[in-house]
């Protein structure tokens, strides 16, 4: 089975995940604004969530962590819980 591993973050707001996206293409670290913004308990690891298999994660999420280029901010992408950026770091 397809393994991906992907940082994110989560946010109230579409606007505040927009301007998140901005300062991290700016070349703000991702990690950094993750500790410094999201409201996920991921957060803390600067919004590592490890190592998953597809259907673990919300279908929002798998369908880009699936599909997305690796190492691209993608976002924001709303589910349930907010508006997320998604960064997938690998997938195999």
Same mark, same amino acid.
């Given at each position: 089975? $397809? !393994?991906?591993?992907?940082?994110?973050?989560?946010?109230?707001?579409?606007?505040?995940?927009?301007?998140?996206?901005?300062e991290i293409? #700016?070349?703000?670290?991702?990690?950094? =604004?993750?500790?410094?913004?999201?409201?996920?308990?991921?957060?803390? !690891?600067?919004?590592? *969530?490890?190592?998953?298999?597809?259907?673990?994660? $919300?279908?929002?999420?798998?369908?880009? $962590? @699936?599909?997305?280029? *690796?190492? #691209? =901010? !993608?976002g924001? =992408?709303?589910? !349930? @819980?907010?508006?997320?950026? *998604? #960064?997938?770091?690998?997938r195999?």
């Amino acid at each position: 089975m $397809v !393994q991906a591993t992907a940082r994110h973050l989560l946010v109230s707001t579409e606007e505040k995940c927009a301007e998140l996206k901005q300062e991290i293409l #700016e070349g703000a670290d991702f990690g950094d =604004v993750a500790k410094a913004n999201s409201t996920c308990p991921s957060s803390s !690891q600067g919004g590592d *969530l490890g190592s998953f298999g597809p259907g673990m994660m $919300v279908k929002e999420f798998d369908e880009v $962590v @699936f599909s997305a280029p *690796l190492n #691209e =901010v !993608q976002g924001p =992408v709303k589910t !349930q @819980f907010g508006y997320h950026l *998604l #960064e997938v770091t690998s997938r195999g």
